[in-house]
């Protein structure tokens, strides 16, 4: 960022950027594919994956997690 280097698509892949590539146009098509993918999960388990890095990082002194919420 503070160089202003522009990458292109490919390029910000393969630096762990994005974790999908579409043809020109293709991009609402495919987050629609993900969002009913991701919507057909269990709420549990959507909620343990977005609350990951918080899982991680909390002590077993601090309580359950869900009691937090």
Known sequence: ???GRAL???EGQAAGLSQY???EGGARARALE???RSAGNAPLTNFAVLQAPRI???SPAGGPLLAQR
Do not use: K, S, W
């Open 1 to 3: 960022m503070l160089t």
């Open 8 to 10: 292109d698509a490919a």
């Open 21 to 23: 590539q579409t043809e």
């Open 56 to 58: 991680a990082g909390a």
């Open 34 to 36: 993900l969002a009913e």
